[in-house]
Each structure stands twice: as structure tokens, then as C-alpha cells.
């Protein structure tokens, strides 16, 4: 009794699978056509940030070093450590705040890394990118502690008490230099796209399921007819 519930369970996932496979594409899509744009200034105003996500844009400013946030995740080579994310002051008053990139764990508080806090203007280009959402397994943020676990920005903008701040991130690009921290560039381009063998195997075992009900129903239908 329980074969035909069992059947539309996997299809659902099946059809789950497909609808995600379509969505990664589409995301592959706006990320190989947008990354490989010229760099231009970022929009005065984001209405659908869709619309603007992985663009890369040049914007100049200062750096508030004293409200840096550093964001626990894992590095290049597969180490733990820390995302700097850090909020710019532009020329017109507003703020952006920008991933920087990447440190250490050892490298996480700015005495370790004197070379990384810089007083003077500076020019940063990078690719824009929208606010976080939180996975499952994924700690709590603790803004007030200063521990961030994802990227949520207006409680980060919250948290430093920042007004008038662009609604995306700044994720900036990596530096020429070889091993220079912060290492920028945080936006991965290759996307893991498993969907469509996921939802084959769902639809594959819906069929090998729904064979082998018929299967049982048919010798049970033979035995039926042998006892008459």
C-alpha cells in the first residue's frame, strides 16, 4: 500500500531537482555574463539588486578600521579564518561596506596585520553581491560580540551604526601580489551543478520501484488465478 505514496515522493523530488537544476543555470548564466563586464561606478540607487549582483564596479573612499567585522569561514586552501568585512566611507558620505577577503585565524585581530589597516584614500574594485541568507546549520550571528557567521547587512550596518549605506556588498577582487592579505576575490565562478544527477537518480528509483510493484502484482495475480 505503501509503493504508490513512495512513487510520488521521489517524483516530487525528482521535479524538486529539476526546478533547482533550472535555477542554477540561470545563475551560472548571470555570473559568466556579468563577471567578464568592464568595471563601471556603482548605481546612486539598487531598486532590485538582482539586477546589479555579481557587476563589478570601482568606488573610492576610506576604510572605518574600527568597525571591522570579521566573518568565520574558510579559506582558498581549504583553512579556517576570517572574511574582513569592513565598511567604506565614499566620497559622497555614504558607506559601503566591502569583503575585503581573507585572513588566517592568526591574522584576525589588526595588531597581527599592521600592513592590511590603511589611513588614506584608496580605490577598490569588485563585484557586487546581495545580502546573505542563513543555511540550516549555519551559527547565529552576534553582532553585539562582533562574531558573524554570514553575511547580513543591515545587521551589520545596524551594529556600527551606519546610515545611508549601499544595500549590497563589495566583495573585492584579488590583489596582484602573491599571498598578500587580505586575499580578495571571494566570489567563487565555478558553481557545483549536480542536479540533473539528482533528480535521475529520484526519477530512476521511482521506476525501479514502480517495476517492481508491478512485477509483485502480476505474480500475485497469477498465483490468484492457479488457485481456481
Not at 526546478?19 to 555574463?33: A, D, F, N, P, Q
Not at 579556517?80 to 585572513?103: Q, S
Not at 543591515?154 to 601580489?177: N, S, T
Amino acid at each position: 500500500m505503501m509503493t504508490i505514496p513512495m512513487v510520488a515522493f521521489l517524483c516530487f523530488l525528482g521535479n524538486w531537482q529539476v526546478e533547482r537544476l533550472e535555477w542554477k543555470l540561470g545563475l551560472i548564466e548571470k555570473l559568466e555574463t556579468r563577471y567578464g563586464l568592464p568595471s563601471i561606478a556603482p548605481p546612486e540607487t539598487v531598486s532590485n539588486p538582482d539586477d546589479w549582483e555579481y557587476r563589478h564596479v570601482s568606488i573610492s573612499g576610506r576604510f572605518l578600521h574600527m568597525r571591522e567585522m570579521p566573518l568565520y569561514s574558510i579559506g582558498p586552501t581549504g583553512r579556517p579564518g576570517y572574511d574582513l568585512y569592513t565598511p567604506l566611507l565614499t566620497r559622497n558620505g555614504n558607506y559601503m561596506i566591502i569583503n575585503r577577503g581573507w585572513v588566517p585565524e592568526k591574522l584576525k585581530e589588526q595588531v597581527s596585520r599592521p600592513a592590511t589597516i590603511r589611513a588614506e584614500a584608496v580605490q577598490i574594485t569588485g563585484v557586487l553581491r546581495k545580502d546573505m541568507k542563513r543555511e540550516r546549520f549555519t551559527p547565529e550571528n552576534y553582532p553585539g560580540r562582533n562574531l558573524w557567521y554570514y553575511g547580513d547587512l543591515q545587521a551589520m550596518a545596524k551594529a556600527q551604526d551606519l546610515a545611508q549605506v549601499f544595500p549590497m556588498f563589495l566583495y573585492a577582487d584579488k590583489g596582484a601580489e602573491q599571498g598578500e592579505y587580505p586575499v580578495g576575490g571571494r566570489t567563487r565562478l565555478k558553481l557545483v551543478n549536480n542536479h540533473l544527477d539528482y533528480a535521475m537518480t529520484w526519477y530512476g528509483l521511482a521506476i525501479v520501484l514502480l517495476v517492481i510493484y508491478v512485477i509483485f502484482s502480476l505474480r500475485k495475480a497469477i498465483r490468484s488465478e492457479d488457485h481456481f
